[in-house]
């Protein structure tokens, strides 16, 4: 099927602390939904079935809970009703943003999903209920061909949006379509938990996801490009993700996304949206798993073991070993997590890389537990520079990095020079171990990592 994705620089309110009034704030969207507009009507040219965009584009982001109240749109979220607002605007109040983006779903004969903030009125009985008597929602919605609006999802993991409630209850949103079956839908910060994302993936044999998302990059492990295509190789499914592009906040990375392949955009230094339109397969079984076995290190004597040095990568206090040779085998532990590394580097180059171990509670912006092995490029020679931001690289290289995992999830990350993705020859669990090599990289390597979400832990 052909899927669309839009990449959007946002229109941003210049003080989004301010109250305004409903029609301000209307006007705000409003020059937002004209490029939305003019982006269905250029992804249905091309043929798309279906175009996904990003989280916080029509209205923005930085306000308080008193000043988004005027961007905020009345969703009823029940499944009962079925509503088309392009057809029926007067069912409800404050539904113009909801009514905009029916039309250009109706218009143009295509599935749409979007991003918007929404409200709810609640009784002073439910025990959940704000104490100024509504609930507001960080929102995604689908609408269909003809207009009508299949599915709405509250995002549950908010990310510092103080402007936001998190849902009383867990939101599980899939919505049907004629060419590809069922579609998932969560948000952003939603992706690196087990609620609802992997639960509703696992608990309905999901094989599409679409996903509206802001994401700010953070190298050398959660770029949004480098995550998004772990994600789509890590479940197996398809994943259509639209992040906006604000590069001054670290904020661009969207992309069409099959286990295998991935249509990309990410770009730091310029500006304006994007519109990735491709086509990719319906079903995402692959084999990707093989039966290339890790090597076992060699045991070896008397060896000078290369030092072992600490090193802050992701705000996450790291356990490394230098990568020095020009080949070799490597092995780091932490807790109960021991990474192993075979390579060897095709381009001499006087590069530093060093293998990293991470196995704790990750706690800066946000709370969960990571086991993580990591190859990365260090931002300089020194010891101290392992874990920094790095974005360019020439060495190519040839490696196998296993790890002792003890979550069944695991991403594997695999980024190379100027944020580009590879693909990894051959990944997947072997005695007990879970493994990811590669022969030469497509480019220099910036990271090679597996990174495992022990949500138990969290």
């Known amino acids: 099927y052909i899927a669309a994705v839009y990449e959007h620089e946002s229109i941003l309110s210049p003080n989004p602390t301010a109250l305004v009034d409903r029609q301000s704030a209307l006007e705000l969207m409003g020059r937002n939904l004209d490029i939305y507009e003019q982006q269905v009507v250029a992804a249905a040219r091309q043929g798309a079935q279906i175009i996904v965009f990003p989280e916080d584009g029509i209205h923005g982001f930085n306000f308080t809970r008193s000043s988004i109240y005027p961007y905020l749109d009345f969703v009823l979220h029940s499944h009962s009703v079925k509503w088309n607002p392009c057809r029926e605007p007067y069912l409800f109040n404050d539904t113009e943003v909801l009514q905009r983006l029916s039309c250009m779903a109706l218009k143009n004969k295509i599935f749409l999903v979007a991003n918007l903030g929404t409200k709810q009125p609640c009784e002073h009985t439910d025990p959940h209920c704000p104490s100024d008597g509504r609930y507001q929602f960080n929102t995604n919605v689908a609408f269909s061909d003809d207009g009508v609006l299949v599915a709405t999802y509250r995002k549950h993991n908010l990310y510092f949006e103080y402007a936001f409630d998190t849902p009383p209850e867990l939101d599980y949103t899939l919505f049907d379509t004629p060419f590809a079956g069922k579609f998932g839908m969560f948000t952003c910060f939603d992706i690196l938990f087990f609620e609802p994302a992997v639960n509703l993936i696992q608990q309905y044999k999901l094989k599409q996801v679409v996903y509206p998302t802001a994401w700010m990059n953070q190298l050398p492990l959660l770029s949004a490009v480098e995550f998004q295509q772990a994600f789509a190789t890590a479940f197996n499914v398809n994943i259509l993700a639209a992040n906006i592009h604000h590069p001054t906040l670290g904020m661009t990375g969207s992309g069409i996304y099959t286990p295998v392949k991935s249509f990309i955009y990410h770009n730091m230094?310029?500006?304006?949206?994007?519109?990735?339109?491709?086509?990719?397969?319906?079903?995402?079984?692959?084999?990707?798993?093989?039966?290339?076995?890790?090597?076992?290190?060699?045991?070896?004597?008397?060896?000078?073991?290369?030092?072992?040095?600490?090193?802050?990568?992701?705000?996450?206090?790291?356990?490394?070993?230098?990568?020095?040779?020009?080949?070799?085998?490597?092995?780091?532990?932490?807790?109960?997590?021991?990474?192993?590394?075979?390579?060897?580097?095709?381009?001499?180059?006087?590069?530093?890389?060093?293998?990293?171990?991470?196995?704790?509670?990750?706690?800066?912006?946000?709370?969960?537990?990571?086991?993580?092995?990591?190859?990365?490029?260090?931002?300089?020679?020194?010891?101290?520079?392992?874990?920094?931001?790095?974005?360019d690289a020439t060495a190519r290289i040839d490696f196998q990095l296993w790890g002792n995992m003890s979550t069944?999830?695991?991403?594997?990350?695999?980024?190379?020079?100027?944020?580009?993705?590879?693909?990894?020859?051959?990944?997947?669990?072997?005695?007990?171990?879970?493994f990811i090599s590669k022969n030469r990289t497509s480019s220099g390597l910036l990271t090679a990592a597996l990174y495992g979400r022990w949500y138990e832990k969290d």
């Open 269 to 391: 230094e310029s500006y304006g949206g994007k519109l990735i339109v491709a086509e990719i397969p319906v079903n995402t079984d692959y084999q990707t798993n093989s039966d290339k076995s890790p090597g076992k290190a060699s045991e070896k004597g008397n060896e000078q073991l290369p030092p072992i040095f600490y090193a802050e990568m992701m705000y996450d206090n790291f356990t490394f070993v230098p990568v020095w040779e020009e080949k070799g085998e490597l092995q780091v532990c932490a807790n109960t997590l021991c990474c192993y590394l075979n390579y060897q580097r095709a381009v001499s180059t006087d590069e530093f890389y060093a293998l990293g171990v991470f196995d704790g509670l990750h706690t800066v912006h946000g709370t969960y537990y990571v086991q993580a092995c990591a190859l990365v490029k260090c931002g300089g020679l020194s010891f101290s520079t392992c874990g920094q931001e790095v974005i």
């Open 408 to 434: 069944p999830y695991i991403f594997p990350l695999l980024l190379t020079s100027g944020v580009t993705l590879d693909f990894a020859d051959h990944m997947g669990w072997k005695n007990n171990h879970y």
